[in-house]
């Protein structure tokens, strides 16, 4: 199966999901940006988000910041500390954390 439908598939295992949404890093951000960010919603499983997150973070698009503060507010406390890594990680992300009337 193909790592885009494996991470899509709500009836896979968890672990197989991570696993397939890890592999989406390999890719691009153009070819699995949708697909990550659909997954950080509260449907989906923690570890699911987790993995959207970090997965995200390894690509240099500068819309990876923005996509990430704009769910903000949905995310657990986990997965903003993971969130915030992944802003912090890189100066056009942490940017996205200022206010805009700055």
Do not use: C
Not at 79 to 94: G, N
């Amino acid at each position: 199966m193909q790592p885009r439908k494996t991470a899509a598939d709500p009836r896979a295992s968890e672990k197989i999901r991570v696993q397939a949404v890890q592999l989406l890093a390999l890719t691009s951000y153009a070819k699995s940006s949708a697909l990550l960010l659909s997954l950080l919603n509260l449907e989906q499983p923690q570890p699911i988000q987790l993995a959207a997150i970090s997965t995200l973070a390894r690509f240099p698009d500068p819309q990876v910041g923005p996509e990430i503060i704009k769910r903000w507010n949905t995310f657990t406390p986990h997965l903003r500390s993971e969130a915030l890594a992944a802003l912090l990680a890189r100066v056009d992300r942490s940017s996205a954390l200022l206010p805009s009337h700055l």
